[in-house]
């Protein structure tokens, strides 16, 4: 729907795939990011299965908390990079900036992302 709500300003080339690609991603780093700020009604209040959570769980919710918690215009490299498994070639294509721009902002995530576990703020 919002790719046909801007078709009118769509690229007609080969980055009309990019331009798609990004609306997707924007739409979902936009639900990543207001999943936290709304409360979702239950039935019941589940019990909890174990004090210790399965281990992918872990990693999934750590890697949400950390891609929530970064500046926007590192979530859609760290997402693109590390969840959907582009290189950074494409990437760098798929938001429009450089290679190197793309390396930086990764490196900014990742340290960033080693400050917030170190101080323990993960949940």
């Keep these: 729907m919002r790719v ?3 078709i009118e300003s769509a690229p007609d080339d080969a980055a ?3 331009w798609i690609y990004r609306i997707s991603t924007n739409y979902c780093l936009n639900l990543i990011r207001d999943r936290g700020r709304q409360a979702e009604p239950v039935d019941e209040i589940p019990e909890a299965a ?7 769980m872990l990693d999934r919710d750590l890697a949400m908390q ?3 918690r970064a500046p926007e215009n590192l979530r859609a490299p760290a997402v693109l990079y590390y969840i959907d498994g582009l290189e ?12 190197r721009t793309v390396i930086n902002r990764l490196a900014e995530f990742t340290n960033r992302s080693r400050k917030f576990i170190g101080r323990g703020d993960v949940t």
């Design 66 to 68: 950390l891609v929530s």
């Design 50 to 56: 174990s004090d210790h959570p399965e281990p992918e």
């Design 4 to 6: 046909m709500r801007h």
């Design 88 to 99: 950074q070639e494409q990437v760098a294509r798929t938001l429009g900036i450089s290679r």
């Design 16 to 18: 009309a795939l990019a």
